[in-house]
């Protein structure tokens, strides 16, 4: 159940990541924020790109230590077992995962059901993916 | 707690020194941020009668106390210094994501002064400030230079405020750039930065942003965005932006055509926004800004985000020009090269009335688009008519007459609003510590387009000073002018991003206080009562259509009110603030004295 990013909506004004570092590093910093916007102009035109968790769950396999889980929606991280070798970071295909200042792994964790960037940005442009479960 | 800092990046390019000072805690709580925090520095032992082009003159770029914080519309950043275009005191601001940047970089303001001996630019992250050669982009338009400086530097996330050549060639109506579409565009900063031999300041920030309660903080400025519907896809800055004005400004008759010949333009059909929707491609915003009234719009051989009303008017009616792609061309080529697009057009409708008025053949006429858009490229380099125009509308006009339609206010060309069709905006356009600009209030929406009549003069001293008192204030505490908010609730959002009780009555005293040090260092500066007019054209012509049709203004009329202005604020009959009402603002005595000093010394010189 990953995020949806609509790229044709976006304006660019990074409300998600400040909604996401407000939330769960307690501080506006959108370098910390589990949901990566840029949208610039360049030479040929606006330039969209959105970084954010896929739920590949390469991450999970990857971790030497086992810390790294999840409960079919989205990642979760044992910050107890995590010991900040940055084994995922390096794995992740989305570059989005980043160790914090107390040497643990950060990954989205869509805020528990209800994620803080889907809520905050002012134009839709960002959305929860539900998979419709197959009907047996 | 740092949405504020407390500090002040100060930069001696003469001698390649750089250091850091403390900001006074106090002067948040006099003149909160941005502009009215700006302000006070630059006038920290600073002489008001500098030379704006001389090494002395200092640039303070500030931003704001909300900047970086999750509160819509806040980042805007702040240039102050003295204007080589009006003399007066200049405050522009630009837009884009560097206020939020300069904040992340661990600075509330940086005090720029000297003159670098060769082509430099200024880097700043949180770990370093640095002088650099910027000899590879010398010349280069800002598009392309700040492209090839993220190269240079190697990082495509910094943010770069950027001279364009005509700030590099000194024109007194030249801008700064940001991210190519934002422009610090009046006052002539482009050329207080040319004149320190500065072609860029690259900002990088990562650090933390805290504010008192985060959890308070991020529940009220959420509440505070739905019930001002800041977000809402219906509001006509998200759904048009800016050029929805001009069917507004048509429909008042004071849309300058032919340089404010007339108030309505005919073919205002083909340059209004639906025109400028049928290509756009895209909606833009600035940082943490939930409105979004940017618009990247594609043209066959141009891409701007723009134009924006101004724009419009200035490189659209007011040059005679109804070709909408020709004003995206007139939007693309001033930002390339670093111009003004509101003072270029002015400076263009001038020499075209006084060449089809025989006055003076400037070559160019109003329609002629084409000669227009290689004018605006001769402005830049200073070469051939546009050494002369580059000049700006003021000296032009000392040169070769038709002062009376030289639509200027202390020398800064007048945007897209003729005051005929709305009284009060005369009175702001007077008043306005920066010249001629539509910044200082807006009385338009209250006259025009509400229920105050726009054809008098009564009452609008007040109503003039209240809302420059109030647009201050929202400018300096950190709120961009397109979101309509009220005294409380701006106190309500300092107070969960800087701490304290913010009541309306002290945000409107705060407001009240930074108007008036504006003032008092325009007074030191040598500006009296003197400059505080409007062009003759104003009092003397009717405007023939709409709303305004046959009503004159007159200048009688005009004086009486400012008298009223100057008594409402506390000032004497010269227009300058009295000690008793600087002291009733709590403007510190240090100041209050220094500007005594100017006061005695003009009495005096009028006794001889």
């Known amino acids: 159940m990953p995020l949806m990013f609509k790229k044709s909506l976006c304006t660019g004004c990074k409300l998600c990541q400040l909604a996401c570092s407000a939330t769960h590093e307690k501080a506006f910093n959108p370098e910390k924020a589990r949901i990566k916007i840029t949208h610039e102009y360049r030479e040929d035109g606006i330039h969209v790109t959105s970084k954010h968790c896929t739920f590949c769950k390469k991450c999970e396999a990857a971790c030497p230590e086992g810390a790294i889980s999840n409960n079919g929606v989205n990642m979760i991280v044992d910050r107890d077992k995590c010991i900040g070798c940055a084994t995922c970071v390096e794995t992740c295909p989305t570059q989005i995962i980043f160790i914090d200042v107390n040497h643990k792994s950060v990954i989205c964790d869509l805020c528990g059901g209800l994620p803080k960037c889907v809520q905050w940005c002012p134009k839709g442009a960002i959305s929860l993916f539900i998979k419709k479960k197959a009907v047996a | ?608």
């Open chain 2, 1 to 608: 707690m740092n949405s504020f800092w407390g500090k002040l990046l100060v930069v001696d390019l003469t001698n390649k020194k750089i250091e850091t000072r403390r900001i006074p805690e106090q002067w948040v709580e006099l003149y909160s941020g941005q502009k009215g925090l700006g302000t006070r520095i630059l006038m920290e032992d600073f002489s008001p009668g500098t030379d704006p082009l001389s090494p002395e003159n200092r640039m303070v770029l500030a931003t704001s106390i909300m900047a970086g914080t999750i509160v819509s519309s806040s980042s805007k950043l702040a240039i102050i210094s003295k204007s080589p275009q009006t003399g007066t005191i200049s405050d522009g601001s630009v837009g884009g994501h560097i206020g939020a940047e300069l904040k992340y970089a661990g600075y509330d303001a940086v005090m720029i002064t000297g003159k670098a001996d060769s082509l430099s630019y200024l880097y700043i992250d949180p770990d370093k400030a640095q002088i650099r050669s910027a000899d590879e982009i010398k010349g280069m338009g800002t598009f392309k230079a700040d492209e090839t400086l993220k190269a240079m530097i190697g990082d495509d996330q910094v943010k770069i405020l950027i001279n364009g050549p005509a700030g590099e060639n000194l024109v007194p109506f030249s801008c700064i750039c940001s991210e190519r579409y934002r422009q610090l565009g009046r006052g002539g900063m482009g050329a207080v930065m040319g004149s320190k031999n500065l072609k860029a300041i690259a900002i990088r920030g990562w650090l933390d942003v805290n504010v008192p309660d985060i959890e308070a903080c991020m529940e009220i400025v959420e509440h505070i965005h739905q019930k001002d519907k800041i977000t809402s896809s219906d509001n006509i800055m998200y759904t048009d932006g800016t050029p929805a004005l001009v069917e507004y400004c048509q429909d008042s008759g004071l849309f300058p055509t032919r340089n404010f010949q007339e108030g309505t333009f005919t073919a205002y059909k083909n340059i209004r926004s639906n025109k400028f929707k049928e290509i756009r491609t895209q909606k833009k915003a600035c940082f943490s800004c939930g409105i979004a009234c940017g618009n990247y719009v594609k043209t066959k051989t141009n891409v701007v985000e723009g134009p924006e009303y101004e724009t419009i008017a200035m490189g659209g009616s007011c040059i005679g020009n109804s070709d909408h792609e020709k004003i995206v061309d007139f939007n693309v080529f001033c930002d390339n090269l670093g111009l003004d697009t509101i003072s270029t057009g002015g400076v263009i409708a001038y020499m075209m009335e006084m060449t089809e008025k025989g006055i003076h053949d400037f070559g160019i006429k109003f329609g002629e688009t084409d000669k227009a858009l290689e004018l605006v490229k001769q402005i830049a380099v200073k070469e051939g008519p546009g050494a002369e125009a580059a000049l700006g509308v003021k000296a032009l006009s000392e040169k070769y007459g038709g002062r009376e339609f030289a639509i200027q206010v202390k020398g800064m060309e007048l945007p897209g609003y003729d005051p005929r069709g709305s009284w009060g905006m005369g009175i702001s356009y007077a008043t306005a510590p920066r010249g001629g600009c539509h910044m200082s209030a807006y009385p338009i929406e209250k006259e025009a387009w509400g229920k105050i009549d726009p054809f008098t003069f009564k009452g609008k001293a007040q109503l003039v000073a209240k809302l420059q008192n109030d647009q201050f204030a929202k400018f300096s505490m950190g709120v961009c002018d397109f979101w309509p908010i009220n005294s409380k609730t701006l106190g309500r959002l300092f107070e969960v991003t800087y701490g304290g009780q913010w009541s309306a009555e002290k945000v409107e005293k705060t407001g009240e206080r930074i108007f008036n040090l504006q003032r008092i260092f325009n007074i030191m500066a040598g500006f009296s009562k003197a400059q505080d007019t409007l062009p003759e054209r104003f009092h003397k012509e009717v405007l023939k259509d709409g709303p305004p049709k046959d009503i004159l203004m007159p200048k009688q009329d005009f004086s009486k009110a400012l008298e009223e202005y100057y008594a409402f604020r506390g000032w004497d009959n010269d227009g300058r603030p009295t000690k008793k009402k600087l002291m009733d603002l709590g403007i510190e005595d240090k100041l209050i004295q220094a500007y005594q000093q100017t006061v005695d010394g003009i009495s005096k010189t009028k006794i001889k």
